[in-house]
């Protein structure tokens, strides 16, 4: 497992050497690239002499892979190293451990005045990618915001103190912690870390491979994994309840006790896993806090295509760009998120609190980035340490890029300087350190000199949704001196075949997007004709009754959608044929804010309402109305026998309206009474007639404009009065 | 409270009120001791299902009537699990495979094998057989009608089908060929009128002639419908005017409202106003065709002589669209948009 060239053991004993090289040998080229083989000679070996437990311990903490025996010790280790190195300052220990013990020192790098550890430093790289190596090891190198860290270190800090002495009121309710946040917005980091902080030693869940399941003669392998998650929690528990007894709350070497990792959740999309996962759960909630361990899981949200605008981070951005009868329909759309992952019960009870992760903001990111590329050129430390412009410039196209993922932007980063290492590129794509030049300028400032190649050659970034609606439904045409041809009306100013390449979500929502917003862009009706013929002929297409041709004609269905509305968008024709003057454009009238598409939501709803049909309000009405075979009629029922049924016992004697008045008003808003006069005259004498019974928080609003005698005889009689009297 | 459509339906096949030429026919099948598959056929609230049960209760005597109502699991090919609502008797059952959807042949399937391999118990039954009565037929789809053709030969000794489906052009000919076909048609205004004043009779209340011709077409030849109307009309105002108006679903109301917002004003404004109003009658489950169709119907009325076949091609046109897209909101909002630029010119036109 040591691999020569990656030992990391030594660096209390080279140190000194090294941060010789760093700063004093810097003069003589020849001198130093001797004086750094020599070093690395004496590392070998000192390495080699070393037991492998020592190597392990400085690996930089990359959490998701490792076991929770090795986690739990090398957090010791880490704890008893800390202690013997204390005063030495943290982030230089961090830099010189990453440097290179054993390394070509190639001639020709040296003429490119680069800095010789960054030639040290990439040749090292080879298969480590640069989030798990640059892992953050404390709390102020985290990339969260500030507040974010203290919340979750007060949780942490409430939650040991509960488990190793209970009691007090209040602390007992830190059982479980929930961090919720976009992919690569740092919550595995920031648990860790604080844990590290803490003392806490962490045991982790870590889903048991397939394979070795398939073994154990199981007939759904899922079972197999729930089975070993409880058996996982079982132990945890008893684990810690006999290192309890031993020490009694007073715990050696400054480890307060232990902390159960979730962030591997079990496959919660097969029902029967989640169920017996909610179980356990549960369960566990239950435990008293003293003598138990709290747990922190951790849910990486994510989203169906047509949520993409749910995520969390964005959504404050985006709802105020809708309008404000979408927002309340935004809060509980989110597919994937820790409602769906928990237990209702759990989530909502008091002994599970919920930290909501953002994506992290782009300045916060550009820090991120810069701690690395500094600790990779051994910087870190070194007061006044500062990038060129051009470096920074492009550490921001990079903090851009990755919406809010740090994960993504530290692999971008890498990747942008793994592309430098081609000798071809000359164009001075070099990470260069001009340390050299500026000290003869007499300064002390240093500065790392990078630029990135992330722009269009290497990803084409995605469009923003808003932008690509924009240049659809805008459609901004540059004219063009016709020749001739009465009735161009100019060149489109976007290729659309350019914006659907680049939509941030599938093309079928894309098109939902498109149609939901298209009429307002529409001058006049023979454009929203024209317009609306293409989406019909689109959703023919896009429907996939053709078999085999199912997905490949989604594209021909978003090309037919898109480039259909934006020939039609004030096509001269359209406007003659109408023999009407052109109605003000409607470019010229500022900013019209883009709605959501409404078809899920009303999907949503059409089918909770098919199932009330057939649930408990359509039996009762069966039951109550006394209707045979008619049941199993969905369409008979809601075309005739319900609108019937309800005006017939509406205005007999109330009878069945007094008795199930809830399930009499579900059935009135199902057969559309409530949408007409009759409807509300109709609700308005059963908002009377029943005051006896509770109904009067599912009554619509419209009962508030009602006369206000009638009001307050309700008042009078609100079966809620009488409830307050009887308490 | 019963309703009385339900109060007054005739359970036996001489309480039956018209089409008696087919009553004969059907007593003679039912008396005969044995008895074909059986496709009933015929526009709805025509009698189609009443017929079913009184021929049930023909050869079965009043045991066929005491129908419990059950819950059955299937599970499909692919493990999903389906929850069916049976109606069944201990001679017949009746299934809408409808419910299930894309897996109805599974259903299909297990439940007519199920019961053609369990004999009859009841000794005292004079059948040998039982019945099978599957409504919608023409909402199976190809694989289950495959599976139903199947079963209906190999389970012929102690099975009888009997598919109840408004029109038979969806039945594919090998299953027609395997039953006898029945043509229930719909009751002419006089034989309407004629039942309704039976019931008001039962009922005892007086029904004007004239009032009950009036529902009698605004039922649309309909007599479920027209029976509900009646007693919804009886509810509302009693003793009938002649003038009382006919009470129509709100559904329909609303979608008549739709219509007549896009004759009176044809702007993009307005074509979003409908759209919203459109959702909110398919978020009630109204099936979007029946939607099109009532506000076609409709506009057919309200428009000029020379815009109707215009009106009625689109139509048909997003009709069909309908059937093969996915969205019917675009659809439908695409019928609007046409509806109002067409009808736009030519009020410019006549301008």
Known sequence: MAKPWAGNAIEINSSPKVSAAGTATFDDDDFDMDFEIDSDLEAMIAECSQPESATTTDHPDCGATQSSESSSRSSQKQTTQTSTQHNRPHGRRRAISDRPRFKLARPQQHQFHTLDTHVNTIAEDRGELWWQRYVPKSADELAIHASKITQVRGWLEMASYAATHGGSRGTDYFRILVLEGPAGSCKSTCVRVLADELGLEIVEWINPLSGRLSDAAQNEDTVGVVRAFEEFLSQAERYTGLQMQKSDGVMNDGSKGKLILIDDLPNIGHRDTRLSFGKALTRFSMLPARGSFPMVIIVTESFAAQQVLEDDGRRDRITRRFRETDTMQNADISIWSAMDVLPTGVYNSSYCQSIKFNPVAPTIVVKGLKRILLLRNGLDNVKGSKLTSTCTAALKTIADECQGDLRLAVTMLQVSQAGNQIPTSLDSNLLTVGQKRRRKVGTESKIVDISTNTGGETRRTALDLFHALGKVLYAKRTLVVDSGQRLTHGRLESDPDEILDRLPMDLSTFGLYVHENYAEFCSNIEEAAQASAYFSDADVLGSGQHGAAAGTLDVYAAMLSVRGFMHTKNNPRLVEDSALPKSKSRNNRGMTAFRKPLFFEMYRQRMTNSRSLHDEAGIEMLRIGGLGLTKTMETDLVLDVLPYWVQINARAECEVASRHPAIFQRLVGLAMTDKSGVGNTLLQRLAVSTTTVRTTHQLPPMLSAADPQEVDQKLVLSDDDVEDFSE | ?351
């Open chain 2, 1 to 351: 409270m019963a309703l009385w459509v339900e109060k007054h339906r005739p359970l036996t096949l001489d309480k039956l009120t018209f089409h008696h030429g087919l009553t004969e026919h059907l007593k003679q099948l039912a008396g005969s001791g044995d008895l074909p598959h059986l496709l009933v056929y015929g526009p709805t609230g025509a009698g189609k299902r009443t017929r079913i049960a009184a021929v049930l209760r023909e050869i079965y005597g009043p045991g066929a009537e005491k129908v419990k109502v059950s819950q059955r699991v299937f599970e499909t090919p692919s493990r999903r699990k389906l929850e069916i609502n049976l109606i069944s008797s201990s001679y017949h059952i009746e299934v809408n495979p409808s419910d299930a959807g894309i897996y109805d042949r599974v259903i299909i399937q297990d439940l007519i094998k199920e019961i053609a391999q369990t004999q009859q118990v009841a000794t005292s039954s004079a059948r040998k057989f039982k019945v099978v009565v599957i409504h919608e037929a023409d909402a199976l789809t190809r694989d289950a009608q495959h599976a139903l053709r199947r079963t209906m030969e190999k389970y012929m000794s102690n099975m009888r089908v009997i598919l109840c489906s408004t029109a038979t052009g969806k039945i594919i000919s090998p299953v027609q060929s395997r039953c006898l076909l029945v043509r229930v048609a719909a009751p002419t205004s006089e034989e309407l009128v004629d039942v309704m004043g039976q019931v008001a009779k039962k009922e005892g209340i007086s029904l004007p002639p004239a009032y009950a011709r009036k529902l009698a077409d605004g039922s649309k030849r309909n007599l479920h419908r027209a029976l509900l109307m009646l007693e919804a009309a009886y509810v509302q105002q009693y003793p009938f005017a002649e003038s009382q108006d006919v009470v129509l679903p709100e559904w329909e109301l609303y979608i008549k409202d739709i219509a007549t917002a896009a004759l009176n004003e044809q702007t993009p404004a307005k074509l979003m106003a409908v759209r919203k109003q459109l959702y909110e009658v398919l978020t009630h489950c109204i099936p979007p065709t029946t939607v099109l169709r009532t506000i076609a119907m409709h506009l057919i009325d309200l428009v000029p002589e020379l815009l109707k076949p215009e009106i009625a091609h689109q139509a048909a046109l997003y009709e069909q669209r309908l059937q093969a897209g996915q969205k019917a909101i675009v659809h439908l909002e695409a019928f609007i948009a046409k509806f109002m630029s067409v009808y736009k010119r030519h009020r410019m036109e006549v301008d």
